[in-house]
């Protein structure tokens, strides 16, 4: 398999910085001479189950936040410690896990950093601290105080129940147009993909709902709305990070239930 290309998006400068349908059919009797009304009424949603990438994002988009993530460094210099500084900027998507300000991301999208700001869907800018980082499982945890904000935190669904087929959608902030809503389907389950720091993430989901540069964090969902994933990954006939690559149809996600495990083993408690 090619190399798959991360979703953080990275720059560098050098600085001196549902309800139920009803149908109704009209049938003729063998002669044609009378008619015999029939009403069927569509199966109706299972409760809380959402019916239209609407409803989803409605749902769902309150939760999801944007991530920019800042490193500077001290370049060395040849007479008196000179030479500047480097920065670089990466961005990405997380979303909310817990009401106290627990929030999920790649552990790409902050690896470095020296600040973390989250930017919550009301437009209030928030300084994250870094709860724990995951490189293997390519997962952080990072907490913001919410203020007055009243976050709520995202369901998780069992990603071991995912078949091919079931309807997806992705909600991140690709190339910085934050609460983007895109959609698609389960392409497959079970695929294997390599984290940064070339660990092995087994039981990935794959999809072909659209994923780009700053999606890297976010959520793929469900028709219910419910989290089966984090987009991490987009397969690319190049690698690394490249803020440069664009959607192929074959994106990946970190199975839901490796989610829970990692959040909970990093000190937070998912769904509260």
């Known amino acids: ?18 309800a ?3 149908a109704v059919a009209v049938e003729l009797d063998g002669g044609g001479s009378t ?11 299972e409760p809380g189950q959402l019916i239209s990438g609407r409803a989803v994002y409605s749902r769902v988009a309150p939760s999801v936040v944007a991530i920019t993530a800042r490193s500077t460094q001290r370049e060395a210099g040849f007479f008196f410690g000179g030479g500047g500084t480097t920065q670089s900027t990466s961005t990405g998507t997380g979303f909310v896990v817990s009401s106290a300000g627990l929030i999920v991301t790649n552990e790409h999208v902050i690896d470095g950093a020296n600040s973390v700001t989250v930017s919550l869907p009301n437009g209030t800018t928030r300084r994250a601290t870094v709860v724990g980082q995951d490189r293997p499982a ?5 907490r913001v105080d919410p203020g007055k904000s009243r976050l709520k935190a995202l369901r998780f669904a069992d990603s071991d129940a995912v078949q091919i087929g079931d309807t997806t959608f992705a909600i991140g902030n690709p190339f910085g147009l934050n609460g983007t809503l895109t959609s698609g389907i389960v392409s497959a389950t079970g695929r294997t993909i390599d984290a940064p720091d ?33 987009n991490s990954q987009i397969e690319s ?5 490249d803020s440069q690559g664009s959607n192929t149809g074959v994106g990946f996600a970190i199975p839901a239930n490796t989610v829970k495990h990692v959040v909970a083993s990093l000190g937070g408690a998912a769904g509260s």
């Open 138 to 142: 390519d997962l952080a945890l990072l």
């Open 1 to 18: 398999m090619r190399s798959p290309r991360i979703l953080a998006t990275i720059a560098v400068a050098s600085l001196i910085g549902g």
């Open 20 to 22: 139920a349908g009803t």
């Open 35 to 45: 008619t015999q009304t029939r009403t069927t009424v569509a199966a109706a949603a």
């Open 198 to 230: 070339g660990a092995a993430i087994g039981n990935v989901i794959q999809t072909d709902a659209a994923l780009n540069p700053g999606n890297s964090g976010g959520p793929l969902l469900d028709a219910r709305g419910d989290v089966i994933g984090v």
């Open 237 to 241: 006939p190049n690698s690394g990070r």
